[in-house]
């Protein structure tokens, strides 16, 4: 498969992101056995939330991009309109474009707004960290997973974390 180029690496796309990386990589297990156990508490308790919480916020990521993209490119439009407007005063065409793109780009405007996708990035995107956080707080086995129940302690933060509260 061939690479973008770095500049358009982060470049919104058309299709949604479908694939999320898991918060605790495969490789874990092997590089820390000690650690097998409690990497499968985390992956039964935590991974599905983190993955729902992960793709919510990259779908919502891309989205916000690509409006941002949309928004560029028709302003960028309407300069030029607007220039050809100035250069043929007499021509009708560019102003009534020149308008209907801008009532476009206007009602966009309004869209994205309403559409928050900025504001629900970040709230998934801050759910997603903090579900990563209680992985690794939980494999350190210290402050409220250090304990006999850190299981269900896991399980209550993970919970919170999904509601939106603090754990």
């Not at 992960?54 to 220039?83: E, K, M, P």
């Not at 996708?117 to 250090?146: I, P, W």
């Amino acid at each position: 498969r061939m690479r973008r180029p770095a500049m358009l690496v982060r470049f919104p796309s058309w299709r949604a992101p479908r694939r999320s990386s898991p918060p605790i990589i495969p490789e874990a297990v092997t590089d820390y056995p000690e650690l097998a156990d409690d990497i499968s508490t985390v992956d039964q308790v935590v991974t599905p939330s983190f993955h729902d919480a992960d793709l919510a916020a990259l779908r919502h990521q891309n989205r916000y991009r690509r409006q941002q993209v949309i928004i560029i490119v028709g302003s960028a439009l309407l300069t030029g309109l607007g220039g050809l407007q100035a250069v043929f005063p007499a021509e009708k065409w560019p102003g009534l474009l020149l308008a209907l793109l801008g009532a476009l780009l206007a009602v966009l405007s309004n869209a994205v707004n309403e559409l928050s996708a900025l504001e629900n990035f970040m709230t998934e995107r801050v759910k997603a960290e903090r579900l990563r956080s209680a992985c690794f707080r939980f494999l350190s086995a210290t402050g409220r997973y250090a304990g006999p129940d850190r299981v269900s302690v896991l399980r209550r933060a993970v919970l919170s974390i999904r509601a939106g509260e603090e754990p």
